[in-house]
């Protein structure tokens, strides 16, 4: 199945190859060096012994078998995914006897499964995955009953290669320590402190530095001998305080301690160097079974992952190294510190102190927390109103100013070159020109005749580009004429209205048009001409963001109205259903401003309930659900996303959505409802999950997280039905006899009513679940597979039903890697984008419009941004709830963290250009973090409302004070540069 995938990568992927070449030509090669003895030169290349056998035993598997093309890669590849297939098995085999074959399983698939395994084998050829297999083999044969044959054969896996290299050393003549010298260039003699590796060193900054620069007075190779005598000495302590004897478990976590000890505090490390960690953690939770270990194991997969693919994607471009300020190498380090130091508290607390944390039994008769019905109706009038009055007023303050109803939209599209002059009926002075343009790129040249129409001068070029789709090109001159001569210089563009504006008439009214002259053209351009001047009434003399497109309208609505022509769209780099909802208020109000921002505005509003919603049917409490939907209608990048014709709002909008009705899924059982009733809100958590992955493609990475949940819900079925079994294996136990009497044949009848419904209970529970199970399995692979990809695929069909395109397929999936290749090579650079750790902390906002038309002194801007008393307090919030939520059980938050983390994650492994505006999918479930921390405030703080109200009124406060820049609204410089400007990084 893997290598499978690896064709399939290689194939979408083909620069992958380059990662692969090295390793075939080493196969290929090594057969026909070997008998010339130049092992030494091979050794240079930091491959292990190992490794050297390994690459020359594919060279003669690809000797003995022909295959056809891709085969040749089949052979190579396929070395390391079955070192992982083999210990995978013997971990399982391992954990069996301690755990169960159930949670063996489990962790089998822990490490099978494990992003980081599986990038290893399937991506980069990390020769590491025969070393992981060498561990592996060790430990288990250590463990298993046939100790001295499988401890032989892991000593053959460990030293064969040692060994042999050694003869081939001997037998020309070179040093018995050529390999300590190998190990000396290795570890001593390279130049850098760390060289894309996540560790301490990344972390202050030494990534791709010299080892010799001075950080805090020495040199990063001091810190790093100093910092590992330090390891050491602890290591040290460790063993010496630890309970005696030194059993397996032991001796395993020390390797583990020592092997991230080693990557995180030493210098000159490889990304590979982490890579033990993984089945070294899964070993150690098997033997000690203490939670902390899964943690650990899960920690360091992620950061491992990131790491590797991280590096594996700065390694195709032009600068391999990552840069040491990125925010992503820095989390990515300080996430690796921590968790060693969590990896050191865990083993002093386990092996000295003696306390373990084994995973918590679920007990047949216990509840489970926060997953039952709030209530059996969840709204109740009080709540009607609150929500209504809360959404009106948001209306109110949305549609105020949102776009013009007027704009003209007839418009003349020459074909070839032409020429026509209009008669203004006297000389007049011209003050300038306003040209409304509709879609595509040309050149118009106008030329002014004073006293004849033969007489032509001052000629003025109006150019229309992709960046003036619907705008109004605005062109002051100061002309003496009678006569304005239009020509067509480059054919293309599309000309919606022309207004001629004199110097000394009421600026607010163009010049009216007496006569066009267009003899010698065809009568339909004649006809089409008349379009220029058709719309006066609609011309505006200072163009504002009322009346023309802004930052991305010049793409999205652009595209509405080529969907709605069945025109070829110009925009092709996200799904269409976004831009087809557009085209639903262009379709209804007409292609105008207010035309294609109405229905994201709608879509934005319609935020606000959904939010009451999700937040009363997590909290349970009207006041919490109002608070929620304050606090998004308050939120600063709500108001501006919502108001802009782009597709973001969709997204948002459907992620919600299809989180909330997984909620829903979440909270339910099949044990206690209907199969039906469980399946109806996971139905709806897939179709939102469709339509919103046709929308954008933001919707997907929530896919992981809708995932997890889906996972966690099984699980908690799956312990339930364990806690049954364990019951009704009490029940015919000697247990229950010591309860009851000995009389078997009279337990039933003695049996209180309550045990005896339990059993009756945990009986169903045993016979049903493993069917419900799979049919819940099956279905979901229908809900979240099947009918998104209906439905993403029915989105196309505007763009597949323009005449002369392809309607197959094949061109469908054509879209999606042309969509694919744009967003994954872009290379472009942008004055206000911003990296994703810069996104809650506010430090770049992004500016979408700045009104040239406005007198000095003022401004009008809009720019997209987080309320400072949302994001900032959400960002606290959020990590406070990690904790808080675990330590208090409450599952549903569950729901709101994994989603909030799987929409962002998925962008701090992003290397291109990204804004500020990425962060909006997650602000939603960072308000509900803020509701529930204040929850538990006044759950033990009653008297806090009062702090409680006063957060509310900042929140609102700050929305006030700086909506003049999220909307548009004209107001004086001096406001925004000395009260909104709070720092240099913010413009607007």
């Known amino acids: 199945m893997q290598s499978k995938t690896v064709e399939a990568t290689i194939s979408a992927f083909p620069d992958l190859l380059l990662s692969l070449l090295f390793f075939i030509v080493f196969a290929l090669i090594y057969i026909a060096i070997i008998r010339q003895n130049k092992l030494g030169t091979l050794s240079k290349g930091r491959l292990n012994g190992l490794l050297v056998f390994v690459l020359l035993f594919a060279g003669l598997i690809r000797g003995l078998i022909v295959y056809k093309y891709s085969g040749h890669i089949y052979r190579i590849d396929i070395l390391p995914i079955a070192a992982d297939i083999i210990a995978a098995w013997l971990i399982y085999c391992f954990a069996v006897k301690p755990l169960g074959k159930g949670i063996a399983l489990g962790v089998c698939l822990l490490f099978a499964m494990n992003p980081a395994v599986m990038f290893h084998a399937s991506v980069s050829f990390q020769a590491t995955s025969y070393f992981i297999m060498c561990i592996v083999v060790v430990i288990f044969a250590i463990s298993s009953l046939r100790r001295f044959i499988l401890s032989i054969l892991g000593s053959i896996f460990v030293l064969t290669a040692a060994l042999l290299t050694g003869m081939f050393q001997f037998s020309t003549f070179k040093p018995w320590l050529w390999i300590a010298q190998v190990v000396k260039h290795v570890f001593v003699t390279d130049t850098y402190a760390t060289l894309n590796v996540f560790n301490l060193f990344a972390l202050t900054g030494g990534n791709g530095f010299a080892a010799s620069n001075e950080r805090m007075l020495l040199s990063y190779n001091i810190w790093g001998l100093i910092l590992l005598a330090g390891a050491f000495i602890y290591l040290g302590f460790f063993i010496k305080r ?123 008769n216990q509840p489970e927390p926060n997953l039952q019905e709030t209530s059996n109706k969840l709204l109740t009038r009080k709540d009607w109103i609150w929500m209504s009055t809360i959404t009106l007023i948001y209306t109110l303050v949305a549609f105020y100013n949102l776009g013009s109803l007027k704009e003209p939209e007839t418009f003349w599209k020459p074909v070839s070159s032409l020429t026509f002059y209009v008669d203004l009926g006297k000389s007049q002075t011209i003050e300038r020109v306003n040209a409304f ?264 990475y929530g896919g992981a997280g809708l995932a997890l949940i889906f996972l ?94 392809d309607h197959t397929v094949k061109q469908l999936i054509k879209y999606q890697t042309d969509m694919f290749d744009y967003h994954s090579k872009l ?29 000095d002194g003022n401004v009008s801007s809009i720019a997209s941004f987080g309320n400072p008393a949302i994001w900032w307090v959400g960002l606290l919030a959020v990590i406070a709830a990690i904790f808080v939520s675990r330590q208090r059980k409450d599952k549903g938050m569950f729901v709101v963290l994994i989603a909030y983390f799987s929409q962002y994650v998925p962008w701090m492994l992003v290397s291109r250009l990204t804004f500020i505006y990425h962060y909006f999918a997650m602000v939603p479930f960072l308000i509900l973090c803020i509701v529930y921390m204040i929850k538990v405030i006044l759950e033990k703080k009653p008297d806090y409302r009062i702090y409680v109200a006063a957060y509310l009124t900042l929140v609102l406060g700050l929305f006030v004070m700086f909506y003049p820049v999220l909307s548009g609204m004209v107001v004086d410089k001096g406001y925004v540069n000395y009260v909104l400007r709070w720092f240099d990084s913010w413009t607007f």
Not at 262 to 273: E, G, N
Not at 293 to 302: D, E, P, R, T
Not at 755 to 765: L, M, P, R, W
């Open 242 to 364: 630890i309970k005696q004897p030194l059993n397996l478990s032991k001796v395993i976590f020390i390797l583990l301690l020592f092997v991230v000890s080693v990557f995180v505090l030493a210098p000159h490390m490889r990304i590979s160097y982490l890579y033990p960690a993984i089945p070294l953690a899964i070993f150690s939770y098997i033997l000690t079974q203490d939670r902390r270990l899964l943690q650990l194991l899960f920690g360091f997969s992620v950061t491992h992952f990131i790491n590797s693919s991280f590096a594996h994607a700065y390694s195709k471009t032009a600068h391999p190294l990552i840069p040491h300020v990125e925010g992503i190498l820095m989390v990515v380090s300080l996430t690796n510190v921590v968790l060693l130091i969590y990896l050191i508290y865990s083993g002093y607390d386990i092996f000295i102190k003696q306390r373990i944390l084994k995973m918590e039994i679920v007990e047949f």
């Open 437 to 700: 343009v509709g879609i595509g790129e040309g050149k118009l040249k106008l030329e002014f005749g004073e006293d004849t129409p033969d007489t032509w001068k001052n000629p003025l070029i109006i150019e229309t580009k992709y960046t003036t789709v619907f705008k109004w090109i605005v062109q002051p001159v100061n002309y003496s004429a009678r006569y304005v001569k239009v020509t067509v210089d480059k054919p293309g563009f599309t000309l919606n209205e022309l207004a001629i504006y004199g110097k000394y008439t009421d600026k607010k009214l163009p010049m009216k048009i007496e006569e066009i002259h267009s003899e010698g053209l065809l009568p339909l351009d004649r006809q089409e001409i008349k379009n220029v001047f058709d719309e006066q009434n609609e011309v505006v003399y200072k163009p504002t963001f009322m009346n023309e497109s802004y930052f991305d309208e010049i793409y999205h609505p652009r595209t509405a109205y080529e969907h709605l022509h069945l025109i070829k769209p110009y925009e092709t780099t996200h799904p269409p259903l976004g831009k087809l909802l557009i085209a639903v208020g262009i379709k209804i109000f007409g292609m105008n401003p207010f035309g294609w921002r109405v229905i994201g505005t709608l879509f934005g509003i319609g935020m606000l309930p959904m939010m009451y919603v999700f937040a009363k049917r997590l909290f349970g409490r009207t006041s919490y659900a109002w608070m929620a939907t304050f606090l998004i209608a308050c939120d600063f990048m709500h108001f501006a996303q919502t108001r802009i014709g782009t597709i973001d709002v969709y997204g948002v909008f459907f992620i919600i959505l299809m989180y909330y009705f997984m909620l829903r899924f979440y909270q339910l059982s099949f044990y206690k409802a209907t199969l039906s009733q469980t399946l109806r809100p996971l139905f709806l958590s897939g179709l939102f999950f469709g339509i919103g992955a046709a929308s954008k493609w933001i919707v997907i």
């Open 712 to 805: 966690l819900t099984l699980y908690d079925r799956y312990r339930e039905y364990e806690a049954a079994k364990k019951l009704l294996n009490q029940a015919n136990s000697s247990m229950l006899e010591e309860r009851y009497g000995n009389d078997l044949e009279e337990v039933e009848e003695t049996m209180a009513v309550e045990d005896f419904s339990k059993k009756i209970k945990a009986e169903q529970i045993v016979g049903t679940f493993s069917k419900l199970a799979v049919k819940t399995v099956a279905w979901c692979s229908l809900f979240f597979i099947i009918v998104p990809v209906i439905i993403y695929s029915l989105s196309f069909f505007p763009i597949m039903a323009v005449p002369g395109q």
């Open 827 to 855: 290379v472009a650079t942008h004055p206000f984008s911003s990296a994703w750790w810069e996104w809650p902390l506010i430090m770049r906002p992004i500016w979408y419009y700045n009104g040239k038309e406005v007198s």
